[in-house]
């Protein structure tokens, strides 16, 4: 998702959380040192990086989970049904992962 239907997601998730008692975690993502990619090889190759991390990101988290694309090199996952050990692991794993 992009940064305007990720946020309307948070919203609706978190309303679900407090009203029926349930976790939710947001895990956030800065990749580190892309500036570099799109500098030393071409905005087509900056494009093509985010679009690896974003399937390895589709491929590493549940269906019910929400994934989106905060703005440059920036990712956020929402968690449904996720406490926050559990969040801490999933984003260590999701780190991994990428």
Do not use: C, W
């Amino acid at each position: 998702l992009n940064r305007r239907a990720f946020v309307r997601e948070l919203g609706r998730i978190r309303t679900f959380a407090q009203r029926y008692g349930s976790p939710a975690s947001v895990v956030y993502f800065d990749l580190d040192g892309f500036k570099s990619v799109n500098d030393r090889f071409g905005h087509a190759a900056g494009d093509a990086a985010l679009r690896a991390v974003a399937e390895r990101l589709v491929a590493n988290v549940r269906d019910s989970d929400i994934i989106g694309r905060m703005g440059g090199d920036e990712f956020a996952v929402i968690l449904v049904q996720a406490d926050e050990a559990t969040a801490r692991a999933k984003a260590e794993s999701l780190d991994q992962a990428n």
